[in-house]
């Protein structure tokens, strides 16, 4: 599987490629405006502004399926991140990841590479939480909670999933040696 062959819809409904980001290493995140991990808009945003000169993007698709805790118009959203967080990366139109209506990318990326846990500090935490999910989800429980990041390799694989409890540095130690 390769995710250029996806097509999702830009905030204003268009269709967009993802094939546009071929040869390009890719963090593929699922945000929330109002979860306990929405602060790691900060740290996306450093890591896309240090990388995105060598070949990097985040590729950035709010979702409300968890505890309503993406609210709000995908216009709503777009100012909320780029106000409070500066985010300059592109964010694409609110989906789910879940259910019978999860978007196909992320049921692909899921799949590529399946939820193998929670780690550090909060995974105790989080652990709860994932069984609520795939109690209201079932089979198509693919992603655990807001911030799951897939990381692609510039040929559009899946090489690594990081579940939003993992530590931001090891997050940005993928990406660069990918890059």
């Known amino acids: 599987m390769s995710i250029y062959d996806f097509t999702v819809l830009a905030q204003d409904g268009s269709e967009v490629s993802l094939s546009q980001y071929a040869g390009k290493v890719s963090l593929i995140v699922n945000t929330a405006t109002g979860c306990g991990f929405t602060p790691q808009y900060e740290e996306l945003e450093r890591l896309y502004a240090d990388d995105r000169d ?16 993406a609210p709000g118009t ?13 985010t300059e990366f592109p964010q694409f139109k609110k989906v789910e990841v879940n259910g019978e209506n999860a978007e196909p990318l992320f049921a692909a990326l899921a799949t590529a590479k399946p939820f193998e846990g929670f780690t ?56 660069e040696k990918l890059l």
């Open 54 to 69: 060598k070949g990097f993007e985040i590729l950035d698709f709010p979702c409300n399926q968890f505890r309503n805790q």
């Open 74 to 86: 995908d216009e709503e959203i777009h100012s909320f991140c780029t106000l409070k967080f500066g």
């Open 120 to 175: 550090g500090p909060k995974k105790l935490f989080m652990a709860p939480v994932a069984k609520s999910v795939d109690k209201e989800f079932g089979d198509k429980a693919y992603i655990k909670w807001n911030f799951t990041k897939f990381l692609v390799d510039r040929e559009g694989n899946v090489v690594a999933r990081f579940e939003p409890t993992a530590d931001m540095a090891d997050v940005r130690a993928a990406v």
